[in-house]
């Protein structure tokens, strides 16, 4: 099955550590997309990819960093400059970057211990 | 940039009855517009979209109506069902002021629930 897959689904995060979260994909799409959601919130932009070793800043990437070293993978860090990490990680992939429809994970919960 | 405002953010009707719910938009150059319904612990997942050349698409219970001239753009679940209850959001892709993005911009959502 062609799909998107996020691990962990639960990651604790201790103060000043950082913490990568993995998204891979198998649908053979050129862009992958990373949101940040928020109880009662839409889903914010932190980073985007349109190509393999290309990555461009969303909405809110302070205290967040990617790589996109293979089409498939995806990873985010969240770093300990991240004053508020706690919220739901949700990863999407789409054909490419002209308006196809984005496909999602289902999620990383990140909680501050 | 694109800004996507929702309505209403909690719906509940009565099993068979029909939901709508309404975004607006900012940007006039926005042409892609997703719906995505949300699970609890799950991503949100696609069920239905259109593109600013076209004003109305269907696909079963769920239709979309697009209206350019005022920025407005409508979701409708016709003959609801328990399993229609679900967090949905509306989407638009426009240009992001860091220049040639291509992400999309959510509303806040929408919590539907079905009343047996």
């Known amino acids: 099955d062609g799909g998107i897959t996020q691990s962990p689904k639960y990651l604790f995060r201790k103060e000043g550590q950082n913490v990568t979260l993995s998204c891979e994909q198998n649908?053979?799409?050129?862009?992958m997309y990373w949101y940040r959601q928020d109880p009662g919130q839409g889903l914010r932009l932190i980073y985007y990819?349109?190509?393999?070793?290309?990555?461009q800043k969303g909405d809110i990437a302070e205290g967040y960093s990617v790589s996109r070293e293979k089409k498939e993978s995806f990873p985010l860090t969240v770093t300990s400059a991240q004053k508020n990490p706690t919220a739901f990680y949700l990863c999407?992939?789409?054909?490419?970057?002209?308006?196809?429809?984005?496909?999602f994970g289902d999620g990383t919960r990140l909680s501050i211990l | 940039g694109e800004n996507v405002e929702q309505h209403p953010s909690t719906l509940s009707v009565q099993e068979g009855d029909s939901a709508v719910i309404k975004c607006t938009y900012s940007?006039?150059?926005?042409?892609?517009f997703p719906w995505y319904k949300q699970e609890l612990g799950k991503g949100p997942q696609l069920i239905i979209d259109?593109?600013?050349?076209?004003g109305e698409k269907k696909d079963q219970r769920i239709a979309v109506t697009l209206n350019k001239t005022a920025k407005h753009f409508s979701l409708h679940i016709t003959e609801t069902q328990p399993e229609d209850s679900a967090v949905y959001f509306c989407?638009?892709?426009?240009?992001?002021?860091?220049?040639?993005?291509?992400?999309?911009?959510f509303g806040k959502g929408t919590h539907l629930i079905i009343q047996p």
């Open positions: 990819s349109q190509i393999v070793n290309d990555f």
């Open positions: 999407a992939s789409s054909r490419d970057s002209g308006g196809q429809p984005q496909h």
């Open positions: 940007d006039s150059a926005s042409n892609y």
């Open positions: 649908l053979n799409h050129d862009a």
């Open positions: 259109i593109r600013s050349n076209v």
């Open positions: 989407a638009a892709r426009g240009m992001y002021s860091g220049g040639g993005a291509d992400g999309l911009t």
